[in-house]
Each structure stands twice: as structure tokens, then as C-alpha cells.
């Protein structure tokens, strides 16, 4: 038989009609019982407690002719909001995550894409302003992805030719986006 905590309201002796500690386990028994079985919380002894002290709050302002109906009548609101409030939880609670990333839109803000197409249309006229072989050679390397030696074998040149017209453009559009 489970026991109310030692520092439970129900070893008051003004709450039960024997001061005695049987009687007072004997009435959380009771309670418990009679809670249960109206409510079917799990959590019982939480609301007989939180009803404990609402009991002892009330009593401070006016007397109650049947406490024990009040307790009854406390616990199994306070079984009830707690039900409510874990529905609202429920249905509140966030999306699933598989389910929100399909839902989101992928897509950059407008002002995100403008943004990006003037830094692209800059990009292009620094990079037109290189000399054509070095333009060629830097677009090769950044744009198709080849490496220094594929460059040098398809232009027909040395790969050190090929570093040179990388590190001048990178040179030249550096020289060129100082400015911005």
C-alpha cells in the first residue's frame, strides 16, 4: 500500500477525524483510491498534494464543512487541467522534422537572388577585362574544373605558362574588386 511522503499534508491531524498516523494513511489511501478510480491519472499523489495545499490555502480565508469532498473535488481538477494541458502540448507541438523540411521552401529570398546576380554580373565584367588567353585558361581552371596539367596538355602549353595566366588573373581581379 503506497504511503503519503513524510512531509504530506495528509499528517496534519486537523485533516482527519483521528489525529493518529493510522488514520491518516488510512484517508490518503482512501483518497487515492476514490481518485484513481474517477480520473485514471497515473500521477495521483501529485494531485492529492497540489489538492492538500489548496485545501490548507482555502481554509486560511474560510472554513470548509467537508474537506474531504474538497480534496476529492481538487485532485480530480487538477488530474483534469493537467489532461488539458497535455492535449494543447499535443496538438502544439512541432512539426515532424522529415515533414517540415518538405514543407519549406528551398528557394533564396528575393533580395538574396538580386544580391547574388549583381555580384555575378560584377563578376563578369572584371573577369571580360582579362586579356582572352588568360581569361580562356582562368575560366578552364575555375568554371570546368581542370587541373593545371589537363589545362597545359589541351592549350598546348607548359603548366608553368598555366600557373602564370592563373595567378595574373587572380591578380588582376583582385587589383579590379578593390573597389567595391
Known amino acids: 500500500m503506497n504511503q503519503p511522503p513524510e512531509d504530506s499534508p495528509a499528517s496534519f491531524p486537523d485533516q482527519v477525524s483521528r489525529p493518529d498516523s493510522l488514520a491518516s494513511h488510512t484517508l490518503w489511501a482512501r483518497l487515492r483510491r476514490q481518485l484513481a478510480r474517477l480520473t485514471g491519472a497515473q500521477d495521483v499523489d501529485d494531485h492529492l ?4 495545499m ?6 486560511a480565508r ?3 464543512r467537508n474537506p474531504e469532498a474538497f480534496l476529492v473535488r481538487a485532485a480530480a481538477n487538477s488530474a483534469l487541467d493537467e489532461h488539458r494541458r497535455a ?23 528575393q533580395d ?27 575560366l578552364m ?3 570546368d574544373g581542370l587541373k593545371y596539367h589537363e589545362i597545359a596538355a589541351r592549350l598546348g602549353i607548359s603548366q608553368s605558362a598555366v600557373e602564370k595566366h592563373i ?4 591578380l588582376a581581379l583582385a587589383e579590379w574588386a578593390k573597389g567595391w
Open 62 to 64: 474560510e472554513p470548509v
Open 112 to 138: 538574396e537572388v538580386y544580391a547574388a546576380r549583381q555580384r555575378l554580373d560584377r563578376v563578369r565584367q572584371g573577369i571580360a577585362q582579362l586579356p582572352p588567353r588568360t581569361r580562356e585558361i582562368f
Open 87 to 109: 492535449k494543447r502540448q499535443a496538438s502544439a507541438a512541432p512539426l515532424d522534422e522529415g515533414l517540415a523540411e518538405t514543407l519549406a521552401d528551398q528557394a533564396p529570398l
Open 167 to 170: 595567378a595574373k588573373a587572380a
Open 141 to 143: 581552371h575555375r568554371l
Open 54 to 59: 489548496k485545501l490548507e490555502a482555502y481554509r
Open 49 to 52: 498534494h497540489a489538492a492538500f
